[in-house]
Every structure is written in structure tokens, then in C-alpha cells.
């Protein structure tokens, strides 16, 4: 299957086989439109997500696989794919490497490296209507990096921050300057805490706020770092798809921005406490402040020092996002239940063990 001069529903999915993008591809695909998805691996992993999206009820007739590498420029692409591809209208972007722990340059070869690529070759598409790139909320509100960034500054960013989220300011700084350089129209997609499906609880990922319930359930969390104003938000992955689905049909101009989140979001002792009474276990008896948490040993407090900094109780502007989501007629789903059927499905799961 190519995608041919008069293809108006082209999409191409980089990070396809991920969380966030499986489900997109999937709500690509319920729309009637033709995906292309850019998979290391090609045919195998291609398997992999027919496989799921069969599982889903989704019908993949539309979809078209290519082998890809988004660390190499010009993304390891042969001649065939590439002819293949040049109808492509839209181009997502939801590969990142997502991990505490990362070294630096293992973390900024996709995030960094991996994302210019895909820009650079998005902005030679001769129909390129728009390139979606999936960032992060916390980014979006750290204040705008100039690319390429001072040495010195970028030093203190990797040393305070850990590799994956400065890798990630990092990138959305690149993709940025780089989309503006080559003239490739780009909306940046800054999503909260990706939890499941809103329906099924369905998640696939299990890092993160993930990790803390894992403790709540097994009784490891006699405290929470943080305070009761504590802010950290959720989005469903359901509603996360649709949204990044329908961007290219409403956004118009050479940059966007939106932060997806729900704000109707407990703070997040309220949330623990949510999912502490769902589950039937004890809720954490004490909160502790970020600041004491990030002076004591790993070993004492179990908690990962790069997930310190989304401890914040900032809120954030969502305007842009709600006026798109309003336009396209999406609404987040009650986000109270959709954390009860998230924490029912981690246990399920045994949280990916």
C-alpha cells in the first residue's frame, strides 16, 4: 500500500509500538484514515501492533509498515519507503525514550538527535500539512530553552534535572528552532501524567505515578512527599489520542502549543487517598516536604530523585487546548472514575511485572 498524489487521510506514527502511540494509531485508523507507522524492526514489530490493534476491534487494513530509525538522519529509510511515503499529509511524533536513570547521551539520541531528525525530514514532505510532536506539560512551563543551548547551561540542566526530562526540554527547544528553520508547520503536544483508558483502565505503562500506587498496594508508602497542594495532573490515553488526532485538522499557522490535561484532577493526596479506599489499603500517614525528601538517601526514602521535580504545585494554562478540544467536540471523561478503573487494571496487570 503507498500513499498516492491524491491522498488527503495520509498519516505517518513515529513510536508507533508505545504507549501513546498504539492508541493513536488506533484512533487514526477508526477515523478511516490511511497510517503509516516508522517502527525499528519493520515487519516484526509491525506484527506486534496488528496483533493489538485486532485484540482492540480496530480494523488494520489501512495500515502501512516501514522499518525506520529515528536516531540516524534522513531515519534509515530506503528508497522504496521513502517513494512510499511522500503523500504523507501528517506526521505524529510520539517516540521518546522514557526512563529514569538514563545516561545523558543515551537519552538525548532520542530525545534530542531522534526528534530534529524527524523534523528534518517531515519538512521535506511535499504535502506535509502539519508535524504533531509530543513534549510534556512540565516542559512547557520551564521557560523557553534557545537552541542550540550554551554548554554550560545545558551542564546544570542535565546535572539538576536527570536525563530524561532535560533531555526533553532539550528537544522541544531543537524541534522547535529546527521546524522554524526548515519551515515545517508544528503544534507541540504537552501532556499531563498519561494514565489508561477510561473505559478499560488499560495502561501499558508503568512508570511514574504508576510506580506510586505499585507502593500504595503493596503497602509501601507509609509517607508522600510533597505538600496537600501538590499538583499532578492526569490525562486519559483514550482522550490523549483523540486530541492528537484531530490537531492537524484545526491548528493552522507555522507553531502551536497545547498542554493536555485534565483540571478536574485531585491533588495528588486527594488522589492517593482516591485510590487508597478504592483498593482497600492504607493511605500514606504522613506528607513530607520535596526539599527534605531530595536532602535524604535513596535507600531510605525508595523514591526516585528525577520524579522530585514534577512535584510541583503550579497550575497550568490549558486555554489553547480547551479551545481545540471544544472546536472538535472532545471532552475528558470523568477523571475520578477513570483513575479507579487505571488502578484496578495496574493491579490486574501486576503492574507490568
Known sequence: MTFSAGETGGALVFGATGFIGRWLVAELLGRGRTVAVAVRGGADRGEELRGWLREHGVDARGLVVVDADITRPGLGLGEGDRERLEGVRDVFNAAALFRFGLGREEARRANVDGAVNVVRWAAGLPRLRRLVHVSGYRVASAGTLTYPVAAKELDALYRRLGAYEASKLEGDAAVRAVSEEEGAPLTAVHPATVIGHSVTGEAGQYIGLAELV????????????????????????DHLARFMAAVPEYDE???????VLDGATPNLHELVGLLARHLGVRPPRMMLPVGLVRRLPRALTGVEPETLSFLSEERYDTSSADALAKEAGLSHPPVEDALRRWGDRLVADRFGS
Do not use: C
Open 214 to 237: 505499585r507502593d500504595l498496594w503493596a503497602g509501601r508508602l507509609p509517607a508522600l512527599a510533597g505538600s496537600r497542594r501538590t499538583f499532578v495532573p492526569v490525562v486519559t490515553v
Open 253 to 259: 499557522g507555522p507553531y502551536r502549543a497545547h498542554r
